[in-house]
T-cell receptor, first 115, second 113 residues
Framework: DGGITQSPKYLFRKEGQNVTLSCEQN?????MYWYRQDPGQGLRLIYYSQIVNDFQKGDIAEGYSVSREKKESFPLTVTSAQKNPTAFYLC??????????????FGPGTRLLVL | AQSVSQHNHHVILSEAASLELGCNYSYGGTVNLFWYVQYPGQHLQLLLK??????LVKGIKGFEAEFIKSKFSFNLRKPSVQWSDTAEYFCAVSREYGNKLVFGAGTILRVKS
């Protein structure tokens, strides 16, 4: 059954703590993305990766980090430098390196809450 | 910077009413256009997309959208909504051969039965 999985569904972060959100896809897609969704603001791009071992900052990368060591995996770390991390985080993938041409497919999301 | 505007944040309709959700973008070059939908508790999923060709695009569940280049618009329409259309709808735009998808703020549609 092909698709994108994200874990955990809910994540709680204490002040000063780094947390990592998992994203895995078995669609054999080249490109992967992380978005942050806040009410009334739509989705904003955090980081994206068009190929293994390469990634680029999106519009709101400050306080976040990523890695792309495997084609199927693109974990996002929310660092303590991110002062307002409470949000819904969505991972997506697309088949092509030229991401603008291809449809992006989304995972179920992870809701991050700060204690 | 490229931006996408959705005209209404909340829309409430009765079943069988017609729907039109507005979307305007700011980029002047060639663009790819998308409407995504997020049903309560479900993944964000593609409703329809426009890359080229016929500017009237038909999608799933009876939705359609019309690309009007001169107005920088890509409005979503459905002639008769159902209660099951209750969801949040997002317009998104990317430049041809670009590498970023820019989303609008979303429109929450509630259909009363």
């Amino acid at each position: 059954d092909g698709g994108i999985t994200q874990s955990p569904k809910y994540l709680f972060r204490k002040e000063g703590q780094n947390v990592t959100l998992s994203c895995e896809q078995n669609l054999n897609h080249d490109a992967m993305y992380w978005y942050r969704q806040d009410p009334g603001q739509g989705l904003r791009l955090i980081y994206y990766s068009q190929i293994v071992n390469d990634f680029q900052k999106g519009d709101i990368a400050e306080g976040y980090s990523v890695s792309r060591e495997k084609k199927e995996s693109f974990p996002l770390t929310v660092t303590s430098a991110q002062k307002n991390p409470t949000a819904f985080y969505l991972c997506a993938s697309s088949i092509s390196k030229l991401a603008g041409e291809e449809t992006q497919y989304f995972g179920p999301g992870t809701r991050l809450l700060v204690l | 910077a490229q931006s996408v505007s959705q005209h209404n944040h909340h829309v409430i309709l009765s079943e069988a009413a017609s729907l039109e959700l507005g979307c305007n973008y700011s980029y002047g070059g060639t663009v790819n256009l998308f409407w995504y939908v997020q049903y309560p508790g479900q993944h964000l999923q593609l409703l329809l997309k426009y890359f080229s060709g016929d500017p009237l695009v038909k999608g799933i569940k009876g939705f359609e959208a019309e690309f009007i280049k001169s107005k920088f618009s890509f409005n979503l329409r459905k002639p008769s909504v159902q209660w099951s259309d209750t969801a949040e709808y997002f317009c998104a735009v990317s430049r041809e051969y670009g590498n970023k998808l820019v989303f609008g703020a979303g429109t929450i549609l509630r259909v009363k039965s």
